[in-house]
């Protein structure tokens, strides 16, 4: 086993963001840079062996064991969890509590690990002011090396008594990234649609569903987020004056801007750059796909054509658009680049093809397909090639990629009404966002953070 | 002479092309300035009652125009419904409408936003062809945001898809 070479650690950069990050998709360049360094493990992105890691319990030096918001589990358990929803790793629990017999070993799902445990991560959090801080270390079970030794700081809220995951996410995408050269998405926040008895209002939560946090409070119907790359900005269609408008709420300044008051304007999408949007709208009689700049200014139409266009999906490299079109006759998948030119279209099957979301890592499209009347998701190349039926069952809707270009988010409807659902597409294994309540639906998933983005009140 | 033929000739097709330049550029979107605006908390808009067929206004009782699926042509039965709501605005000529377009639970959220402008307006190009004013006609997309029945069955996905007419 070789220790991987990490001369930029994707969240040791000052900012709080990775916006050359998202170039470097488009380019390549991440695929040079991560999927293929020098990892620690055999692991490589795509293999579908989930590698035993021991999580030996904490320790503890200055204060007792802390709950974590959510369910008060403990530090171990908010770890382990983030680790099996990588679908990477089969975190085991040292000592083991309950395995039965001497010789078994159980993941934390309670399932049989045959294979050795390949690497270990211990804790110790200690008391620094009213700070906590965790001080973690990833060892390579093998040879007994130090893999990593970070600190991550714990957030404590004294009025609950409870501890705030976030730090715990960081460590898990750490523990992601150096054992597989993969980008993790634990430290993310996912954007969605809550409808109560009258408005709908969007709202934020982590990627396991807790720590949510109301962001709009409209009293209207609001649809189609979607995050700036830098995470300050969500942008979705309101109809708080009437006509839908398109806004943008600004989470550090807790602030609502009016990005486009053109006729029915949907589906916005910032580029990967941050520097355009590109929306739908019935300004001109039909709905065409425009790009403005991301503040809405100067807006170009891109598509002519009597049917509908509209649901457009940014390229990794920012070039290229992937949209729904009603020109085929039923509404099919097609591609365009940002400028208007080189039109093409993907898909030709089912009587509704819909919801595009292009792969941040790779040319794949995560969409909705009609099959049988139901609503399912599937993916496919941008070149039309490499059809793949992701669900069954029906009711999904709006799939989107998270940051890993493994994970997508979409809302599923079932007897018990709609919720957020988290499939694998390398596996296809599928978990429900469980801690998020009621009517929840219309997610958007952001880019890693090192800070979790929260609308912070007026002068906080 | 002949010179100035050809210097009429081509200011000609410049005229022409300035026209058809002048006739395909399109009216720029209205944009709001850039600048910053500060939250607004409007009152909740209260969603308007499901069954507006039975208002009390019996002279201005609208009749919903119904679609087909993923379709926003006029059946012969929208065709009727509408004429009926063009006669009243005749009738009634201060009166102004506001057309929703509205989209069952079916297909993309996003491509029902618009299929549901485009069933408003086909209602609305129907009412102005009969004669009414465009000015005296408003028109918004609900898409599938705000269906009047609920349930998933064909019953109450023709219900959902409509074009519904509400007096301002």
Redesign the interface.
Known sequence: MRIIKVTEHPFGVGGLWLPLAALFVGTGLLTEAWGQAEVYTEIRKGELVKTPIAIEDFTWRDLAPVRFQGGGEGAEQVLAWDLVYTDAFRPVRQPQENSGSPGLVLDVQGLPVDGPVRARIRGQMRRDGQRIELRATLVDEGSGAKVFERSYEIGWDAIRQEADRWGIHRLADDVTYYLTGSRGCAATRIAFVRAGS???EIWLADWDGHSEQQVT?????V??PHWHPSGRWIAF?S??????TLAAT?LE????????????P??PAYAPDGKSIAY????????EL?V??A???R?R?ITFDPE?D??PSWSPSGRRLVF?S?RWG??QLFAINADGSDLAQITFES??C??PDWSPTSDRIVH?I?IDGT?ELALIHVDGTGWQRLTVGGGC??PRWAPDGRHVIFAR?ESTGRGLMVIDVETGAVRRLTALKGDTY?PAWSLPARERQVLLKPGG | MKRMIHVALVLALVAVAAGSIGCSK??A????P?Q????????????TPATPETQPQAEMTFQPAFFDY?KYNLRPDAVSALTHNAKLLADNPSALVLIEGHCDE??????N???G??RA?AAKDFLVRYGIEASRIET????K??PFAMG?NESAWQQNRRAHLVKK
């Open positions: 009258a408005a709908k409070r409209l009293g209207a119907i649809l189609s269609t109809f708080h004056l009437g006509q839908p600004d300044r807790n602030e609502l801007r009016i990005v486009s008051n053109s006729r029915t949907g589906a739908s709208s019935t300004d001109e009689g039909n709905a425009y403005a700049r503040d809405g200014s807006p139409r509908i509209t649901e729904t009603g039923k509404p009587t509704w819909g919801s909705v009609s609503f809707e709006n409807k219309n | 399109k009216p979107p209205v944009v709001a850039p910053v605006e500060p939250v607004r908390t409007p009152e909740p808009t209260a969603p993923d079916r297909g993309t959220r996003e491509y936003l618009a299929l402008d485009r307006r918004i997309s609900y898409g945001e705000r998933s």
